[in-house]
């Protein structure tokens, strides 16, 4: 065989194991380039998950904190009534603050704290003995310890 006959088949070879190696090459970039595009997705969604728990527990957060202030409120505004019954005297306005409360924690809830309040509210109503509105307004707050501590626990 002549020189230009060893020469075109060894060129031929070389262009063929170009080809293949770089069909291969090529195969092997796009199942790479794939694979890194499932880990980025994989990754993003990671973090989108990540941000909504955090915006979650910061909304359980804010929501705990508004129903503690509700909570003090009303304990507030009881204490204001007791006072006024064991002084004799009070605000004109004590009755609808005591009223005003009493709906804020009612619309609040659970249900145990709204009727925990309204327990205490009818004990100052009734004018009943200062062991009862103590009892009652015990009661209360053992509620909304219990409502507050198992919310934040959650």
Not at 13 to 21: E, K, L, Q, R
Not at 74 to 86: D, K
Not at 107 to 131: F, I, N, Q
Request: net charge negative.
């Amino acid at each position: 065989m002549s020189e230009w006959g060893v020469a075109l088949i060894a060129a031929g070879s070389a262009i063929a194991g170009s080809i293949v190696t770089g069909w291969y090459g090529r195969s092997s970039g796009l199942r790479q380039a794939d694979a890194a595009r499932h880990a980025g997705d994989r990754q993003a969604d990671a973090l989108l998950e990540s941000v909504r728990l955090t915006i979650q527990s910061e909304a359980v957060q804010r929501a705990l904190a508004q129903r503690r202030q509700i909570y003090v409120e009303f304990l507030g505004v009881a204490e204001v009534r007791v006072l006024t019954e064991r002084t004799g005297r009070g605000s004109p306005d004590d009755e609808a603050l005591l009223q005003r409360a009493l709906a804020a924690v009612v619309l609040e809830g659970p249900p145990e704290a709204a009727t925990a309040a309204r327990r205490l509210v009818d004990c100052l109503r009734r004018h009943e003995a200062p062991d009862d509105i103590e009892r009652a307004k015990s009661t209360f707050v053992s509620v909304v310890q219990e409502v507050l501590n198992v919310s934040s626990a959650a």
